[in-house]
C-alpha cells in the first residue's frame, strides 16, 4: 500500500530553469493538494484539487502550476525558478474533501534553487 | 478568517512525564475538525489523532489525547509517559466546513531529555 508517493526526495535548480514535481496516490482520494514548508513557519497552501479537471488557488500560487487530469496524479509545475522557491514540498490528499478528513501526506520533496 | 495559534516555539520535557501541547484556534464555521501531526527530524508528517467540533468527548489514540474546550477555542495535545521518540515537531491544524482547506500553527518543537 504506497499511499502518497513524491518524487523525487531532493532537487536542486539554477534560476530560471523548469522542473514538475510529481505526486501519485492509490487510496482513490478525491482531494489532493501542494503545501510548502519553509523554516519556522506552518504549512502553506500552494494549490488544490477536489477531484480531476477541478483546480484552484491556495495561499501562495504564484509561480507554480497544476493539473489533474486523473484521480491518482497531481504534478506541481514551477514555471522559472527562483531563490524564494527554495523549500520543502509537500502533496497531500483526503478522501473526501471534508472537515473530517484528515491528509495523508507523502514524504516531501526539498528544493534548492541557486 | 480561520487562524490557529500554537504559542510554545519549543519545549523540553523529561522522559516519562507527560506533555501538553497548546492550540488555539479561531473559526467562523459551524463544522471543523481539529488535527494533530508530528514531524520528526526525517521529515515526514504523520497524522497523529483528530477532534471534531460535534464529538462529545475528548479524542484518545493510544498515549495521545486531545483536550477539547470548545468554549475557549482550544485543543491541546497531550501525550502520557513521554519517550526519546516523541522528539519532534508538533503541528496543529484545523478544517472547516466552509472550504475544507487545512490551516496550520506554526508548531512546537518538542525535545525529550532522558
Known amino acids: 500500500n504506497a499511499g502518497v508517493t513524491q518524487t523525487p526526495k531532493f532537487q536542486v535548480l539554477k534560476t530560471g530553469q523548469s522542473m514538475t514535481l510529481q505526486c501519485a496516490q492509490d487510496?482513490?482520494?478525491?482531494?489532493m493538494s501542494w503545501y510548502r514548508q519553509d523554516p519556522g513557519m506552518g504549512l502553506r497552501l500552494i494549490h488544490y484539487?477536489?477531484?480531476?479537471?477541478?483546480?484552484d488557488q491556495g495561499e501562495v500560487p504564484n509561480g507554480y502550476n497544476v493539473s489533474r487530469s486523473t484521480t491518482e496524479d497531481f504534478p506541481l509545475r514551477l514555471l522559472s525558478a527562483a531563490p524564494s522557491q527554495t523549500s520543502v514540498y509537500f502533496c497531500?490528499?483526503?478522501?473526501?474533501?471534508?472537515?473530517?478528513?484528515?491528509?495523508?501526506f507523502g514524504n516531501g520533496t526539498r528544493l534548492t534553487v541557486t | 478568517a480561520q487562524k490557529i495559534t500554537q504559542t510554545q516555539p519549543g519545549m523540553f520535557v523529561q522522559e516519562k512525564e507527560a506533555v501538553t501541547l497548546d492550540c488555539t484556534y479561531d473559526t467562523s464555521d459551524q463544522s471543523y475538525g481539529l488535527f494533530w501531526y508530528k514531524q520528526p527530524s526525517s521529515g515526514e508528517m504523520i497524522f497523529l489523532i483528530y477532534?471534531?467540533?460535534?464529538d462529545e468527548q475528548n479524542a484518545t489514540e493510544g498515549r495521545y489525547s486531545l483536550n477539547f474546550q470548545k468554549a475557549r477555542k482550544s485543543a491541546n495535545l497531550v501525550i502520557s509517559a513521554s519517550q526519546l521518540g516523541d522528539s519532534a515537531m508538533y503541528f496543529c491544524a484545523m478544517r472547516g466546513d466552509s472550504n475544507y482547506q487545512l490551516i496550520w500553527g506554526a508548531g512546537t518543537k518538542l525535545i525529550i531529555k532522558p
Open positions: 487510496m482513490n482520494h478525491e482531494y
Open positions: 477532534q471534531g467540533s460535534y
Open positions: 497531500a490528499s483526503s478522501y473526501p474533501p471534508e472537515f473530517n478528513s484528515p491528509l495523508h
Open positions: 484539487s477536489v477531484g480531476a479537471g477541478i483546480t
